[in-house]
């Protein structure tokens, strides 16, 4: 178990919204997964929910102690939940997934392996993860697809599933991109875009057995098409300055 004063090596965040089912399960598996394995504590964003999941992030807090629980007053959407989990964050690295029980946190040694096997003169910030064998509906299957292929080929960031909310990455690293709505689904090509490295990782996907999901197909793929065009505006509007030293 973690001592309660020491600084932990990682941040776990996790944004939920009305998932008061799926709380406890993740938290334990989050527990199971890292606990005796590296210091850890897990950042609870409560996005503004409307049914238990803040009687049920107070009554875990009460048995798990790495466990912290942060809430907005209104709900802000899952970018911001993860950013509001990073500024909290006292570890510099952070990992990140949904809180819906669909990513599997035995999956997190994974990304932290690869990113302590990357050579430190690569630069790697973020270690994504990458579904394999998707537990969603077919819809959401054939919409993601679609998505993910035009995405890479617009902004050549070379992953096939940016979507994934498992994703590894440097705390400042990530607070220094710019931040907007949806942020979460195009990191690997904002920190390719501030010159870092990326690593990706396979990972496991699990089908939702608790909760509904809170995203529509068509109000999702609209949404994405827009901020596709935000983010290649990004990419064509940086400006690298190469080594930087004082004199």
Same mark, same amino acid.
């Given at each position: 178990m973690?001592?309660?004063?020491?600084?932990?090596?990682l941040s776990v965040v996790v944004p939920v919204k009305d998932e008061q089912d799926n709380v406890r399960p993740l938290i334990d598996e989050i527990v199971a997964a890292l606990r005796d394995r590296v210091p850890f504590e897990i950042v609870y964003v409560d996005d503004g929910s409307k049914d238990g999941t803040p009687a049920a992030l107070e009554a875990a807090r009460a048995e798990v102690p790495e466990l912290r629980i942060v809430r907005h007053e209104r709900n802000s959407g899952q970018s911001a939940g993860v950013r509001t989990g990073v500024k909290f964050a006292r570890s510099p690295l952070v990992a990140t997934l949904d809180g819906d029980g669909q990513n599997d946190p035995a999956?997190?040694? *994974?990304?932290l392996a690869a990113y302590r096997a990357a050579d430190p003169t690569d630069n790697v *910030?973020?270690?994504g993860g990458q579904r394999l064998k998707r537990q969603d509906t077919a819809a959401k299957r054939w919409a993601s697809r679609g998505a993910n292929r035009l995405r890479a080929w617009l902004l050549k960031d070379d992953t096939r599933d940016t979507g994934c909310?498992? *994703?590894?990455?440097?705390r400042q690293a990530f607070l220094d991109l710019p931040y907007f709505d949806h942020l979460h689904r195009f990191l690997p090509a904002l920190f390719k875009?501030?010159?870092h490295s990326i690593r990706l990782v396979d990972v496991s996907h699990r089908p939702r057995t608790r909760g509904a999901s809170k995203y529509g197909v068509m109000d999702r793929a609209l949404v994405s098409i827009r901020d596709l065009m935000g983010v290649m505006w990004l990419m064509k509007r940086r400006r690298l300055p190469g080594q930087v030293r004082e004199l």
């Open positions: 973690n001592s309660p004063n020491a600084a932990p090596e999956d997190i040694p *994974k990304l *910030k973020l270690v909310g498992l *994703k590894l990455f440097e875009r501030d010159g």
